[in-house]
């Protein structure tokens, strides 16, 4: 029973005095505002009979990633079910009750389709097209978001959300390879809508690919305002302007940020965690002393060890857990991991496939045993999309593997996994790369030293 539109002119069976706060909910989670969750609550207090805030109550929950959110889901998806019999939803909104059901099967991926059918119906859905967005990209199929979101900009001229959809599309132009095109997407989703934190991270993305750091810090200075109003998201973007100090070789501002932003909440959120171990392991390759940064963060990820709920989430715990040196926690983890079966679920799958080797991986090189940390690693990389995040986020692996097969001799083999990074940046080159490439020079040219100075010596013998 539709009672009024909302922002998107999608009918919601919602009476119009609550189209208001209904509307900032829908705002909210396309500019990951803080005050989302707060909207979202005050909505279903004084509209219970609206299906759709409890399945976006619902799904929100599995989004985090954390095992104590499923049993809320499955609340939310009980009062959501509750709430359509009492007040029959939209076609729409029963699209998202199903979806918040399939993945409480273990399904995402089949909740991503069943929402992307809703935006097949109407693609000026706002809501649909973000929901689409988020689950497809923990699920790590960024042409699959592409997809989504350039089947809809036909449909967005004059739409009052219409930067956030350019802002999603300029994010999987980045990590599709289609770099000037998402550049100059994302510069126009902040231009449409100042608040786009994920438009203005997708062109931050654009310039740490392209090896551009300076043009990134350039650009996202004296534009703090777009991702102030942020959730946590808000530190990821400090995570990317870390990054840019990073490749210029500024390793002082990069521990700064971490220290007055990244870290500012020591949360426990998976993706806080993400952020916090992949800067710490990034620096410590590059031969920076982080000094006791790892015993927060191991202590919050020794307690987060058992969730299993993602992949992505799994290997950063373990991340933090290598670098606090708590190597039985580690290896319990990692034993978890081993034990996880397709037969509980899709993420479960990625888990003990993906998942498992990249842990295999991490610990050799830990311990040590940089030939199996390259075996393992190498065979990883070549599938570690579906773990989800951004290439970004899953570089920190690719520099492991990297420094393994430095440490392990393997220096043509490690040459050829830096020239297809170059390759998969659209042949552009940043100071890591560089900075490889002239230390495998280095060893190279010491090991023809030595050969000569043996050849001479074996002469005057």
């Not at 995402?108 to 929402?115: F, K, T, V």
């Not at 100059?184 to 991270?201: I, Q």
Request: with cysteine; proline share 2%.
């Amino acid at each position: 029973m539709i009672h009024a539109t909302d922002l998107s002119g999608i009918g919601v069976s919602l009476d119009r005095q609550h189209i208001p706060t209904w509307n900032r909910v829908v705002t909210g989670i396309l500019s990951h505002g803080e005050s989302t969750a707060a909207d979202l609550n005050e909505v279903i207090a004084k509209a219970p009979d609206f299906a759709l805030a409890q399945a976006v109550r619902g799904l929100a929950c599995l989004l985090l990633g954390r095992p104590e959110m499923f049993a809320v889901a499955q609340e939310a998806y009980r009062e959501a079910l509750a709430a359509a019999k009492r007040l029959p939803p939209t076609a729409a909104e029963t699209g998202f009750i199903d979806a918040l059901g399939l993945w409480l099967q273990g399904c995402p991926s089949a909740a991503a389709d069943r929402l992307q059918r809703v935006l097949d119906d109407d693609p000026r859905d706002a809501l649909a097209m973000k929901m689409v967005q988020a689950i497809q990209f923990v699920m790590g199929r960024p042409d699959v978001m592409r997809r989504s979101a350039e089947a809809l900009l036909p449909h967005w001229e004059g739409h009052a959300a219409k930067g956030y959809l350019l802002g999603c599309h300029a994010f999987t132009l980045e990590e599709t390879g289609e770099y000037a095109l998402a550049e100059r997407a994302g510069m126009r989703a902040v231009e449409l809508a100042p608040n786009d934190a994920w438009g203005l991270h997708a062109v931050a993305h654009v310039y740490d690919t392209t090896g551009r750091a300076q043009e990134g810090l350039d650009w996202l200075h004296g534009r703090e305002a777009s991702w102030a109003h942020c959730n946590n998201f808000r530190f990821h973007v400090w995570w990317h302007q870390a990054l840019m100090y990073l490749d210029l070789g500024d390793f002082d501002a990069a521990l700064d940020l971490y220290d007055t932003e990244i870290r500012r909440e020591k949360t426990d959120d998976y993706r806080d965690i993400a952020n916090a171990t992949s800067l710490l392991a990034r620096l410590e390759i590059e031969g920076i002393a982080v000094g006791d940064r790892w015993e927060e963060v191991a202590d919050l990820s020794d307690r987060r060890a058992g969730d299993g709920c993602l992949a992505f989430a799994d290997l950063h715990y373990l991340l933090a857990l290598i670098g606090g040196k708590r190597e039985g926690a580690a290896a319990r983890l990692i034993g978890n991991m081993a034990r996880a079966r397709a037969s509980d679920g899709e993420a479960k799958a990625i888990i003990g496939r993906n998942g498992h080797n990249t842990a295999l991986g991490l610990q050799a090189y830990a311990a040590g045993n940089y030939s199996a940390s390259w075996l393992h690693l190498r065979k990883a990389l070549s599938d570690l999309q579906v773990i989800g995040g951004s290439h970004a986020q899953r570089d920190v692996f690719t520099r492991i593997a990297i420094e393994a097969g430095l440490r392990g001799g393997y220096l043509d083999e490690t040459e050829n996994l830096l020239n297809e990074r170059i390759n998969a940046r659209g042949g552009h080159q940043d100071g890591y790369t560089g900075r490889r490439l002239e230390f495998l020079a280095s060893v190279r040219a010491s090991a023809r030293e030595t050969q000569i100075r043996s050849s001479g010596i074996e002469e005057a013998i």
